[in-house]
């Protein structure tokens, strides 16, 4: 045993414990292990999605580092389950989300760089962490890996890194619970929750009354790769800033919305008189950023 996760477990283990639990992803890599969790354990957790939530740490001895204080999932790199085959220099990528919208946090080069995306759902939202069985970015055979994240299949470009961070584009959207997927032989297998009969206290006011099904239902879902192309229409939404104090000059975390059919941007602030805010753009996704223009928000 090298350190004990005192999240699990219950009593005085010695040692800090990390913030949050519900431990997800593990991965190592630029000499460093690297940790994620998605829940929190409070009664607010169980109705409000927008409080503090989960983790991402690293460990290089001693003690463990917060890089970021969000609910993460995922975290891999292009060796996926075998490892990087040069983990010195070979990125890590963790996925994750805050109410606002999805978070793709990157470590290259011994730097951790972070990404917005949008949702296709916010069903998976939960502050706890139980509903979000188990977003992942996984090899199946295609020259792209894929990514499920809050109810979209995405593609996910093997040689993400901070300079060629473009390619990162909506397959479509699903109505399942994706716990985890292969390729196997002509297929996509994925080991799907499709109905649960205990239900999470973020359900929507307009379903009622209606109870859940009598039973849970699970089983494996064997598919043509390419229906993960043809499911329901790619459609995602996100914020950068919900209700936050932003600081003039200071610019937002990228946003990533690659492969929609229509885009728009919607901003609203409450300072009393106007603010411009200057739009940039990464067009090849090499780091290198252009003003695209200004736009002016009124009072």
Not at 246 to 259: Q, R, T
Request: proline share 5%.
């Amino acid at each position: 045993e090298l350190y004990r996760d005192g999240n699990l477990q219950k009593g005085d283990l010695g040692g800090s414990l990390l913030p949050g639990y519900h431990g997800k992803g593990l991965y190592s890599g630029q000499g460093r292990l690297i940790y994620a969790n998605n829940g929190e354990r409070s009664q607010r957790a169980l109705v409000d999605p927008s409080i503090p939530s989960g983790v991402l740490a690293e460990w290089m001895g001693g003690d463990w580092r917060v890089v970021r204080r969000n609910q993460f999932t995922e975290v891999t790199g292009p060796g996926g389950l075998e490892g990087n085959a040069h983990p010195e220099s070979d990125p890590v990528w963790s996925i994750g989300w805050d109410y606002r919208s999805l978070i793709l946090q990157l470590l290259d080069h011994g730097t951790w760089h972070a990404y917005r995306l949008p949702k296709g759902s916010h069903s998976y939202d939960g502050a706890h962490g139980w509903n979000t069985e188990w977003p992942r970015i996984r090899e199946i055979g295609e020259p792209d890996l894929l990514m499920t994240m809050h109810g979209t299949f995405w593609h996910f470009p093997k040689t993400f890194s901070f300079k060629q961070s473009a390619g990162i584009a909506p397959r479509s959207n699903y109505l399942k619970v994706v716990g985890d997927f292969c390729r196997w032989g002509d297929r996509v297998v994925l080991g799907c929750d499709d109905s649960a009969k205990s239900e999470f206290l973020n359900k929507r006011h307009a379903k009622g009354t209606i109870k859940g099904p009598g039973q849970s239902n699970s089983n494996l879902w064997f598919v043509d790769p390419a229906l993960l192309d043809g499911l329901g229409p790619a459609i995602g939404r996100g914020a950068l800033w919900m209700g936050d104090s932003v600081k003039a000059g200071v610019a937002s975390d990228p946003y990533l919305f690659s492969g929609y059919a229509a885009r728009s941007l919607s901003l609203a602030q409450g300072t009393g008189q106007p603010v411009r805010f200057t739009i940039e753009v990464d067009r090849a996704g090499d780091g290198a950023w252009s003003k695209l223009r200004d736009v002016e928000a009124g009072a």
